[in-house]
């Protein structure tokens, strides 16, 4: 259990410094877009950015401990799993649906 706990605390370290990476990158891209709502624009217009890199960086951090865990080993191949997963978090936010 000490193990499932140590993943969690991990992935929630790694999901708040994703997300303020993607703070910084929102806060870039609204100052380089024109509009205006000023520094709120980080939050409103750009603001899916944060939750975008915090979600990627949770998912890669909480795949790479569970591999490890679930393989025993501790390994490259740990980190390739976990950019397969937080690879699909990124092709499902630009995945578009269509029904016809």
Do not use: W
């Not at 520094?39 to 944060?50: L, Y």
């Not at 915090?54 to 790479?64: H, N, P, R, Y």
């Not at 980190?79 to 269509?98: D, F, N, S």
Request: glycine share 20%; with cysteine; aromatic share 4%.
């Amino acid at each position: 259990m000490t193990g499932n706990k140590d993943c969690v605390a991990q992935a929630a370290k790694t999901t708040a410094v994703a997300g303020g990476a993607g703070l910084f990158v929102s806060a870039i891209q609204n100052t380089m877009g024109k509009h205006t709502e000023g520094a709120k624009g980080i939050f409103t217009r750009t603001g899916g950015t944060v939750g975008f890199l915090a979600a990627m960086g949770g998912v890669f951090a909480l795949t790479e401990c569970a591999a490890e865990g679930i393989r025993g080993e501790s390994d490259p191949y740990n980190a390739g799993i976990a950019g397969c997963a937080a690879g699909l978090v990124a092709g499902v936010r630009g995945m578009e649906i269509t029904l016809s």
